[in-house]
T-cell receptor
Framework: DGGITQSPKYLFRKEGQNVTLSCEQN?????MYWYRQDPGQGLRLIYY???????QKGDIAEGYSVSREKKESFPLTVTSAQKNPTAFYLC?????????????FGDGTRLSIL | QKEVEQNSGPLSVPEGAIASLNCTYS??????FFWYRQYSGKSPELIMF????GDKEDGRFTAQLNKASQYVSLLIRDSQPSDSATYLC????????????????FGSGTQLTVLP
């Protein structure tokens, strides 16, 4: 079945540690996105990529990094510079084209500080 | 001023009633509008999208768009307890320039509870 797979489902980070969240899609979508959701709040865009080997900062990119070496994969690294990383992280993908295509989400990764 | 605003709720309706969820947006250049449902602890799932003024119906769900007044709403008819969730409104504006892309802006969501 086509979909977006995020792993791990739960992740714990020690202080000073970098951690990487995985996102893989087999929907053949060109665009991929990373969002952060804090309790009781909407989604905030961290990074997005419209095409392989290219990505753009979103609204809250500080303390995060990404890569897009393959169309199917868009991993997110939460660096030690992100001082408040505890949140629900969501990866999404969509077609491009007219710009009206909806985004579809993976199941998310919950990140907590040890 | 937030770009996309929703009443946080909670909104409670009895089973079988119509639930009305509202969303206003500030960017007049907004082009497409999406409603997502998010169950507690889960990721958002797309319910409906609408691009043109007026109503769009899909089963028990109706999306309504009024660009002049800059609001979009979601009606849920014959509400069921399984509809209890947070509903997120998301808005996409027109590209700033050729070749660029605008991204979705999400509201903070309205929590809906359908009482049996």
């Amino acid at each position: 079945d086509g979909g977006i797979t995020q792993s791990p489902k739960y992740l714990f980070r020690k202080e000073g540690q970098n951690v990487t969240l995985s996102c893989e899609q087999n929907l053949n979508h060109d665009a991929m996105y990373w969002y952060r959701q804090d309790p009781g709040q909407g989604l905030r865009l961290i990074y997005y990529s419209q095409i392989v080997n290219d990505f753009q900062k979103g609204d809250i990119a500080e303390g995060y990094s990404v890569s897009r070496e393959k169309k199917e994969s868009f991993p997110l690294t939460v660096t030690s510079a992100q001082k408040n990383p505890t949140a629900f992280y969501l990866c999404a993908s969509s077609d491009t084209g007219t710009g009206n295509q909806p985004q579809h989400f993976g199941d998310g990764t919950r990140l907590s500080i040890l | 001023q937030k770009e996309v605003e929703q009443n946080s709720g909670p909104l409670s309706v009895p089973e079988g009633a119509i639930a009305s969820l509202n969303c206003t947006y500030s960017d007049r250049g907004s082009q497409s509008f999406f409603w997502y449902r998010q169950y507690s602890g889960k990721s958002p799932e797309l319910i409906m999208f609408i691009y043109s003024n007026g109503d769009k119906e899909d089963g028990r769900f109706t999306a309504q768009l009024n660009k002049a007044s800059q609001y979009v709403s979601l009606l849920i008819r014959d509400s069921q307890p399984s509809d209890s969730a947070t509903y997120l409104c998301a808005v996409k504006a027109l590209p700033i320039s050729s070749g660029s892309a605008r991204q979705l802006t999400f509201g903070s969501g309205t929590q809906l509870t359908v009482l049996p």
